[in-house]
C-alpha cells in the first residue's frame, strides 16, 4: 500500500468562536437523527474536532485532538467540552471531559507525521449523560477491505451541524489503518466511521485520523479499533 500524508485532518482553529458559522450549510436531516451520540469537541473556545459517545460518560476521539497543533504541548482535558448532538445552537448534552487517556503506543508529532495507527483517545465525562438522551454507540472491529461505511463529523463547513458521508469504500487496510473512499475536511479529526445498515443499531469501526493522497485520489485515513481499545476504556472510566 502506497500512501503519502498529504494533512493531517487535525484540531480546527476557527478563528471565530465556535457556533457562529452563520452561513453555514444546512446538513440533512438524517445526519444527525438516531445518531446523537456524535457531537462536537469544543477545544479551549479555540479549536475543534469531533467524538463519539461509546459509554454514558466516555467519548471516543482522535488522540491528536489532544494536542496544541503549535506546540505539541497536551491539552488540559478541563478545557475540552462534549457537545453531543449539537445541531445549530443547541446540544442534546453538554458535558465538561475530567480525564484523557490516549494509546500508549501514540505519539504526537508537531510535524503532522502521527502515527495514525494509534491515533485513539477516549475521553471520561464529568457526568454520566442518560441514554434516555442518548444511546452510546456500539463499538465492533471488523471492518475490512470493500466495506461500505459512513462518516460523520463537524468540519469547518459544518461547525455547529454535522455532516453525514455516505458510501465511504474501504480501499485497503493495514493492521489498525484503514484507507477510505470518503473526503474529510479539517475538524473532521476524532469522527466516528459507521455501519449503518436498516433495521440494526449503528456501530462505530473506526475514528478519522487524516486525510491523505493514494498516488493522486484524496482519501480519509481512519483507525480501527480492536483489543486495545478495551484497555483504554478501562483507564479511563
Excluded at 181 to 192: E, H, R, T
Excluded at 218 to 223: D, E, K, L, N, R
Aim: proline content about 6%.
Amino acid at each position: 500500500m502506497r500512501l503519502t500524508i498529504a494533512a493531517i485532518a487535525a484540531c480546527l482553529s476557527l478563528g471565530m468562536p465556535l457556533g457562529a458559522a452563520a452561513d453555514e450549510p444546512q446538513a440533512r436531516a438524517e445526519s444527525t437523527q438516531g445518531l446523537e451520540a456524535v457531537g462536537r469537541l469544543n477545544i479551549a473556545n479555540k479549536s475543534m474536532c469531533t467524538g463519539a459517545l461509546v459509554a454514558p460518560n466516555l467519548v471516543l476521539t482522535a488522540a491528536h485532538c489532544l494536542f496544541d497543533p503549535r506546540t505539541g504541548a497536551r491539552v488540559d482535558p478541563q478545557s475540552i467540552w462534549f457537545e453531543a448532538g449539537l445541531s445549530g445552537r443547541r446540544a442534546v448534552a453538554l458535558r465538561q471531559v475530567v480525564k484523557a487517556v490516549v494509546h500508549p503506543q501514540y505519539r504526537y508529532r508537531p510535524s503532522g507525521t502521527h502515527q495514525i495507527g494509534n491515533d485513539l483517545a477516549v475521553l471520561r465525562l464529568d457526568r454520566p449523560i442518560s441514554s434516555r438522551q442518548i444511546e452510546p454507540l456500539a463499538m465492533h472491529s471488523g471492518a475490512e477491505r470493500g466495506d461500505v461505511l459512513d462518516v460523520m463529523s463537524y468540519t469547518q463547513h459544518h461547525a455547529t451541524r454535522p455532516s453525514l458521508k455516505r458510501s465511504c469504500s474501504v480501499l485497503a487496510r493495514k493492521s489498525r489503518t484503514l484507507v477510505m473512499s470518503c473526503l474529510v475536511d479539517f475538524g473532521a479529526s476524532g469522527s466516528p466511521v459507521l455501519e449503518l445498515r436498516p433495521g440494526q443499531a449503528p456501530r462505530l469501526v473506526s475514528v478519522i485520523s487524516a486525510k491523505a493522497a493514494m498516488g493522486r485520489r484524496p482519501v480519509s485515513i481512519g483507525t480501527a479499533l480492536d483489543s486495545t481499545l478495551s484497555d483504554l476504556i478501562r483507564r479511563a472510566g
